[in-house]
């Protein structure tokens, strides 16, 4: 589990965060850099080129999406697995995401450069580690 | 390289059972034997025959698999790599990788003070050593149609004598992404991120090639 300082630097790190923009922008990458994921979002339009991907609306609602259940995650930091338990479900049982997934998609270096430093560094790896864990608990059972 | 081909039984059970894939290709390394492959899968009944997937070998060799970058690729990684300092983002990917993933601290004891985060940042060696790790990117850069002949020697030395897990490849390659993003993130479009992703994909593969 986090410690308090790591949760205190994460949440403050996170404060920084544009939800809106940084969302659409990660699902959008993550549909650019690894285009197998493409497969989960075909009714999304035209993803045919990384401009048409960024750009699509869908992609960044569906984003801003992810990231607000990040942001959730952020405000339960001691109880992410029942935070994620309910999505942990829908992704198994009703979307067949593989959890690897969870992993990429969370892996997205756009922050702003000064903020992503260090410390924050391991915290936001630790905090997506925990994430990523509860996402796949459904999956093991 | 042999290939072994999964071959899916010729009818159903009745009732259900497994579904008949299409044929699927399982890929050997040179040195990988296929006789043990063969005995474990053959099937041991007519009924198994029947329901389960068994191999059949093919023995016309293929030519290794390799990493094909566009022109697009090799532009867009050579117009960032022009404007990279190799000391400065070398030693901060290895820092960054000693920091945020402290398990591989243990292949560097003779580094001396890495107690701390400031510590491991300013550690002369970890700089020292960060470039010559990124020195061997640039090399890479210059021989993007065949990373596993250029990493051929320093993929031994990490199986044979440093006794590096491969996945810490991928780990550092990630580092190197991430420093790249923040120190050039106007530059560092979906598209850069793209192919700059294949290239450390395809360099730790290659430094997973000889691992035996």
Wanted: glycine share 8%; with cysteine.
């Amino acid at each position: 589990m986090l410690t308090a300082e790591e949760k205190a630097a994460v949440t403050a790190f996170w404060g920084k965060v544009k939800v809106d923009e940084v969302g659409g922008e990660a699902l959008g990458r993550l549909l650019v850099v690894y285009p197998w994921t493409q497969r989960f979002f075909e009714s999304f339009g035209d993803l045919s080129t990384a401009d048409a991907v960024m750009n699509n609306p869908k992609v960044k609602a569906h984003g801003k999406k992810v990231l607000d259940s990040f942001s959730n995650g952020m405000k339960h930091l001691d109880d992410l697995k029942g935070t994620f338990a309910a999505l942990s479900e829908l992704h198994c049982d009703k979307l067949h995401v593989d959890p690897e997934n969870f992993k990429v998609s969370l892996w997205n270096p756009q922050c702003s450069p000064s903020s992503f430093y260090g410390q924050a560094h391991v915290m936001r790896r630790k905090l997506n580690g925990r994430t990523q864990f509860r996402m796949e608990k459904r999956y093991s059972g | 390289m042999s290939i072994l081909l999964t071959h899916p039984c010729p009818s159903p059970t009745p009732g259900g059972g497994p579904l008949p894939l299409t044929n699927s290709l399982i890929l050997l390394g040179e040195g990988r034997t296929l006789g043990q492959e063969m005995r474990n899968k053959r099937p041991h009944s007519e009924e198994a025959a029947q329901t389960c997937f068994w191999p059949i070998r093919i023995t016309s060799k293929l030519p290794d698999t390799m990493v094909h970058f566009t022109t697009e690729e090799k532009a867009a990684v050579a117009s960032l790599w022009a404007k990279v300092n190799v000391e400065v983002v070398g030693g901060e990917s290895l820092a960054r990788l000693l920091i945020v993933c402290p398990w591989t601290q243990r292949f560097f004891d003779s580094f001396g003070n890495l107690y701390s985060e400031s510590a491991i940042m300013g550690n002369p060696k970890v700089k020292v050593y960060g470039r010559k790790v990124l020195n061997s990117f640039g090399n890479a850069i210059k021989h993007m149609d065949d990373l596993k002949g250029t990493f051929a020697d320093l993929s031994e030395l990490h199986c044979d004598k440093l006794h590096v897990d491969p996945e810490n490849f991928r780990l550092l390659g990630n580092m190197i992404l991430i420093v790249l993003a923040t120190h050039f993130s106007k530059e560092f479009t979906p598209q850069m991120q793209a192919a700059w992703q294949k290239l450390t994909n395809a360099v730790a593969n290659a430094l997973t090639h000889k691992y035996h």
